[in-house]
Structures are given as C-alpha cells and as structure tokens.
T-cell receptor, first 114, second 114 residues
C-alpha cells in the first residue's frame, strides 16, 4: 500500500533553473496539497486542490505553479528557482467531505537551490 | 481566520516522565484539531484528531489530547515517555466547512533523555 509517493527525494538546483516535483496517491482521495517545511516555521501551504480540476493558492504561492493532472497526481513546478525556495516539500492527500480527515503525507523532497 | 501556536520549540524529558506539548488555537468557528508526529527524514504521521465528538481524544503510541474550548487549547500528553517518542510534533487546525486546508503550528521537538 504505497499511499503518497513523491519524486525525487533529493534535488540540487542552480538559481534560475526550473523543475517539477511529482506527487501521486493511490487512495482515491479527492484533495491534495503541497506544503513546504522550514526550520522553526512548521509547514506552510503552497497550493492545494480540493478536487480534480480545481487548484487554489495557499499561504506562500509566489514562485510556484501546480497542476492537478488527474485524481491521482498533483505536481508542483518551480519556474525559476531561487535560494529562498530551499526547503523540504511535502505532498499530502485527504478525503474531504463534510467531515475533515487527517492527511496522508508523502516522505518529502529535500530541495537545495544554490 | 485560523492559527495555531505551539509553546516551546524544544521540550526535553526523562524516559518515564510525563510528556506535555502545548497547543493553542485561534478559530472563528468550532475547529477540527490534529496532532502529527514527524520522525527524522520522514513525512508526518497522524497521531490523533478532534472533530467535535469526545473532548478527550486518544491516539496512537499512548498519546492523548484534551480539547478545552474555554482555554482554546489542545495539549498533547503521554503519561510515560519512551526513547522512541523523540521526534517533532505538530499541532494543526482546520475551521471546518469552507476551509479546505490545515494550518500547522511551528512544531515542538521532543527530546527524551535516558
């Protein structure tokens, strides 16, 4: 039972380069999320997708774009990486309805921008 | 608006001692509250959640949390710490219907001394 799978696990980018972080879930969840984790700041929401075909900005969307490719996949793109985007990125999914369930998280992507 | 404050970025206890991790929330509507645990180099794992049923919530690994509306608190406790409890703990809030994503606190790193 894979849950939420993120690729790659590690990445080093040069300033200005672009890349896409991939996320896929196999739990038939409707909602998916991208968070970044920085020391002392907890997790901050970048973008989320409440259901297939919809995406919304979170707390820190600048410098990122997302695509909800289908119900399973939700990718995060950095068009022109900056050192401030050095972080650990987590994808999560949940089954949302009138009740709120906990999220299932992936194991994270550790990104360094030099 | 919703927010979470975790008091104490680092907590150190002796093995066998009581664990108390503090979380206070702000929410304009009755909240859903969560505690997550993160072991080194891993994603976040759900410990327990409060969704307006019993105010005392029991979770995995012997942890529990009590929702106190008058104090806007949701503190996490465990009667007797184990070495394996050493990890980072995050409190999170969601203000329910219409609010689509969790807001996380900044985290508390728990150290367990032998």
């Amino acid at each position: 039972n894979a849950g939420v799978t993120q690729t790659p696990k590690f990445q080093v980018l040069k300033t200005g380069q672009s890349m896409t972080l991939q996320c896929a879930q196999d739990m038939n969840h409707n909602s998916m999320y991208w968070y970044r984790q920085d020391p002392g700041m907890g997790l901050r929401l970048i973008y989320y997708s409440a259901s297939e075909g919809t995406t919304d900005k979170g707390e820190v969307p600048n410098g990122y774009n997302v695509s909800r490719l289908n119900k399973r996949e939700f990718s995060l793109r950095l068009e022109s990486a900056a050192p401030s985007q050095t972080s650990v990125y987590f994808c999560a999914s949940s089954e949302m309805g009138d009740r709120v369930d906990g999220y299932t998280f992936g194991s994270g992507t550790r990104l360094t921008v030099v | 608006a919703q927010s979470v404050t975790q008091l104490g970025s680092h907590v150190s206890v002796s093995e066998g001692a009581l664990v108390l991790l503090r979380c206070n929330y702000s929410s304009s509507v009755p909240p859903y509250l969560f505690w997550y645990v993160q072991y080194p180099n891993q994603g976040l794992q759900l410990l327990l959640k409060y969704t307006s049923a019993a105010t005392l919530v029991k979770g995995i690994n012997g942890f529990e949390a009590e929702f106190k509306k008058s104090e806007t608190s949701f503190h996490l406790t465990k009667p007797s710490a184990h070495m394996s409890d050493a990890a980072e703990y995050f409190c999170a809030v969601n203000s329910g219907r219409g609010r689509r994503a969790l807001t996380f606190g900044s985290g508390t790193r728990l150290q367990v001394q032998p």
